[in-house]
């Protein structure tokens, strides 16, 4: 630059990195004009502003052509360099390349096998476990229909086997918790889609589960004493209902009545799964002995009933009547040994229990033979007074033979309170002093209303 060209123009202002041009071209028209003025002169400040730029343009020419060897040098320089930067890049980058190649060629696509092979193993062994489980089910769906032969009797023995009622309750658990284990990491999980198995819980599981409890609720509806004494007893000189029977005899038929209740305990509707064994109450089972023993007071409300408008009818309806009570205190005697059988549903406890516990709960009493007497002796009242309300001969009977009444309903109560030997297990079977408040209610039942 010259000092000529110094005074023209200053470099400072255009070199600046704050160079406003729209604030340079005000300034120019500011710097020639009267700010009065109303009219402006935008001549000189264009001639100054094309003089400045035909002089920068002269002074860039002269540079440029006085340094083009120079500038030509240094742009092949750059050219150069960026040539040799970009030919190392594209080395860098390829060896890259081939190196993600050989990643994908070595560990990519055998993690894909990789990952093919392990699902097909888990699907392989999701089938080998759902057919494990499907087999399981059919060997207990055989092993079922072999049990429920024997329960029906249609075995090769041609005999009916109570003891099979267990097994066969058994098994349809076991068969009931195949079914229902069917959630995710269950071993039956998908157990439920198979066709063989749906047709297997329809045609036999369910079937011989209904056969198995039917049975069971028989052998319990069919119990009776007279079946279970090993001799006969007597109270004031009348012979009870009590037949003899051998000692083998009397424990099959023990045993028989506690496969019945093993049984029905078993097939109860299943527990919720870590319920305690002391919390577990067997609905089956205590249904099935609740109409038993309903059904024996309502067998001996009848039955007393007709021998009360019949008096002749009345020591068979009494013997009866005790032989019924007789039977539910052998029941009582029995469950009260009888611990609870194995649920495998139930988180088991080491302190000992009973049934007869839940079934005196059930029907808020605390014994069975005065649950019978007293369930007897509510219902008996409204019979006589039906008698009495008819008139007639019956009702004069009656009245006329209220001593007899008094004497007979009083022995009944204590003859049915016996217990056979076979059972009372070193116990006094008669306990005379231990039912004379039921023989009270018992008599003012009937006699009761005699005197009104």
């Known amino acids: 630059m010259t000092d000529g060209d110094a005074a023209y123009i200053d470099y400072d ?10 604030a340079f071209a005000n300034s120019l028209v500011t710097s020639t ?7 402006l002169d935008l001549a000189t400040p264009l001639s100054r502003v094309l003089f400045d730029v035909q002089e ?30 970009l030919r190392e890049v594209e080395e860098q980058v390829s060896a ?11 560990v990519l696509r055998k993690w894909e096998h990789a990952e093919e092979a392990r699902v097909a193993a888990l ?7 759902l057919a494990r489980a499907v087999g399981r089910c059919v060997t207990l769906g055989r092993q079922l229909e072999g049990q429920l032969a024997e329960v029906t009797g249609r075995g090769l023995g041609g005999k009916e086997d109570h003891r099979a009622m267990v097994r066969a309750a058994q098994t349809i ?44 609720q028989q052998a319990i509806s069919r119990f009776s004493v007279s079946s279970l004494a090993s001799g006969g007893g007597s109270v004031n000189g ?15 038929n023990k045993s028989r009545l506690f496969s019945a209740i093993t049984t029905l305990y078993l097939l109860s509707p299943s527990p919720k799964p870590g319920t305690a064994e002391h919390e577990f109450q067997p609905e089956l089972l205590l249904s099935t002995l609740q109409g038993y023993i309903h059904n024996a007071v309502t067998s001996s409300l009848s039955s007393l009933g007709r021998a009360l408008a019949q008096l002749p009818l009345l020591d068979r309806a009494l013997a009866e009547v005790s032989a019924r009570c007789q039977d539910i ?51 008996l009242s409204a019979r006589v007074q039906e008698i009495l309300g008819r008139g007639g001969i019956a009702a004069r009977t009656l009245r006329s033979n209220r001593d007899r009444l008094r004497t007979e309903l009083r022995e009944c109560v204590l003859r049915g309170s016996q217990l056979p030997s076979s059972i009372s297990r070193g116990r006094d079977p008669t306990l005379p002093g231990s039912w004379e408040r039921e023989a009270a209610v018992m008599v003012s039942s009937v006699v009761g209303p005699l005197g009104r």
Not at 33 to 39: H, I, Y
Not at 123 to 129: I, K, Y
Not at 238 to 249: E, R
């Open 33 to 39: 004009n009267n700010a009065s003025d109303t009219q």
């Open 96 to 106: 890259l390349s081939d190196g993600y190649r050989r990643l994908e060629r070595e």
């Open 123 to 129: 699907n392989s062994w999701g089938a080998l476990r």
């Open 56 to 85: 920068i343009d002269t002074h860039i020419h002269n540079l440029t052509t006085k340094s083009a060897l120079s500038l030509l040098t240094h742009t092949q320089q750059q050219t150069d360099a960026s040539q040799r930067v």
């Open 238 to 252: 009348t012979q009870s209902l009590s037949v003899s029977s051998t000692y083998a005899q009397t424990e099959e």
């Open 329 to 379: 205190a052998a029941l009582e005697a029995l469950l009260e040994g009888f611990k609870r059988p194995s649920h495998p549903f139930l988180e088991h406890s080491s302190s000992p229990n009973t049934i007869l516990p839940l079934l005196l709960q059930m029907l808020d009493t605390s014994s069975l033979p005065s649950y019978f007497w007293r369930s007897l002796a509510s219902s």
């Open 13 to 22: 202002v255009f070199l600046d990195q704050n160079f406003s041009a729209a």
């Open 173 to 216: 658990l076991s068969l009931r918790q195949m079914f229902s284990a069917t959630g995710e990491g269950a071993e039956a999980k998908g157990l439920d889609r198979v066709k063989v198995i749906r047709t297997l819980r329809t045609d036999l599981v369910i079937p011989a589960e209904n056969t198995v409890k039917s049975r069971a």
